[in-house]
């Protein structure tokens, strides 16, 4: 199913709202392992996420990071705001792959 540009927009507002609300909450672990997320895809999540929150130099550290287990978690609320920008148009992995190789 795709959605219309319409409907993303909307996606997109409603995970910002979540997010802002979520972003309060004393637990903001979201273990994307649990959630049909690859080991390695968390690492390529977890990275992007911090490059599109602009801490590239974060990014560049974790990337040589071997221990994949590190990257199960990631803060729910960003990860919100990451994907309401990606489904606006916002972001996307391949800009953010090149900043954090460019380093």
Not at 34 to 54: F, Q, R, T, Y
Request: glycine share 4%; proline share 0%.
């Amino acid at each position: 199913m795709v959605l219309t540009k319409i409907e993303a927009r909307l996606v997109a507002k409603l995970l910002r709202l979540a997010a802002d609300s979520f972003s309060n909450h004393t637990c903001t672990d979201f273990n994307l392992l649990e959630n049909g997320v690859s080991s390695k895809m968390a690492k390529e999540i977890n990275l992007d996420v911090l490059v599109h929150g602009g801490d590239d130099d974060a990014a560049l550290e974790l990337e040589a990071e071997d221990d994949l287990a590190r990257f199960t978690y990631i803060d729910d609320w960003c990860l919100m705001y990451y994907l309401a920008d990606r489904l606006d148009g916002h972001s996307s992995r391949d800009t953010a792959e090149e900043k954090w190789q460019q380093g």
